[in-house]
């Protein structure tokens, strides 16, 4: 199978580089295409994959077409390759807020689509991906394109409109977990720790809370539960975040970033 990408922005790369972590295909069953051709020539070479010199040729030589552009240019990319593209390829959309009647409208009514939401953690194969499917995009077409992302992470299949909020839990979410992350890390500096140090701990704190919540297949409050003795340090601590307003102030973010989202998103 030949994927190729037209646009090698991070998020196209952090995906690049899960599949090529993972060995899902050879590096040169990987073709690659954007705007400034000093940028992909120099990707492709760099890690072994197959340059195209057009979004067209591009199209006609890959199985799989990512489109990976930002939104503004995404229906003028669509308007270029729609003769390349017929029923026998898959379009993958990784770009934000066009859906997957917009992007059948600018391609072809009886093309395979799938509509994603990656995250950057897909670089290291953590990756978590919201996908929903057209009617044409079944059986064996359907698997392989969602094989794409399950050797980068995890796949959750999701109504459209639940999109925006998968986006601001686990796109946006990699910022907030780190900055998370990154409160804990400066804590640690408050009390001693170098900067470093604690950084290490927090996160692989945070690395291991998560891998044992899952695990587990309980829930937070009962995994929280678990580490809060009565009268001890723990509850202490989570009294006072709450008192503090974390609840409120998470919520109140995700509330942001979904607003931004569906206020500047494209139908």
Do not use: W
Not at 70 to 79: I, Q
Request: proline residues 3%; hydrophobic residues 45%; negative net charge.
């Amino acid at each position: 199978m030949k994927i190729g990408f037209i646009g090698v922005g991070a998020m196209a790369q952090a995906i690049i580089q899960g599949l090529l972590n993972a060995k899902f295909v050879p590096a040169n069953d990987i073709l690659v295409h954007s705007a400034h051709k000093a940028h992909y020539e120099n990707y492709a070479a760099a890690y072994g994959l197959t340059a195209q010199e057009t979004n067209i040729a591009l199209t006609q030589n890959s199985d799989v077409v990512v489109l990976a552009v930002v939104p503004k240019v995404a229906a003028n990319v669509l308007r270029e390759i729609g003769d390349a593209l017929n029923p026998t390829k898959t379009l993958i959309s990784i770009v934000s807020g066009i859906s997957l009647n917009r992007l059948a409208e600018l391609t072809d009514y009886n093309l395979p689509i799938l509509r994603s939401l990656p995250n950057i953690n897909s670089e290291y194969g953590q990756g978590m991906t919201a996908v929903a499917a057209n009617e044409n995009l079944v059986d064996q077409r359907k698997q392989a394109a969602l094989a794409v992302f399950k050797a980068t992470g995890e796949v959750s299949e999701l109504p459209e409109d639940q999109f925006a909020v998968f986006s601001a839990i686990s796109g946006s979410a990699v910022a907030y977990v780190d900055f998370f992350i990154d409160c804990l890390s400066r804590a640690g500096v408050k009390y001693g720790f170098g900067k470093e140090t604690a950084t290490k701990i927090a996160a692989q704190t945070a690395l291991g809370s998560a891998q044992s919540l899952l695990a587990s297949k309980k829930t937070p409050a009962e995994m929280i539960d678990k580490v809060c003795s009565p009268g001890g340090d723990t509850i202490a601590g989570i009294l006072a975040m709450e008192q503090a307003g974390m609840l409120n102030s998470v919520v109140k973010g995700i509330d942001a970033t979904i607003e931004k989202s569906t206020g500047n998103s494209s139908k």
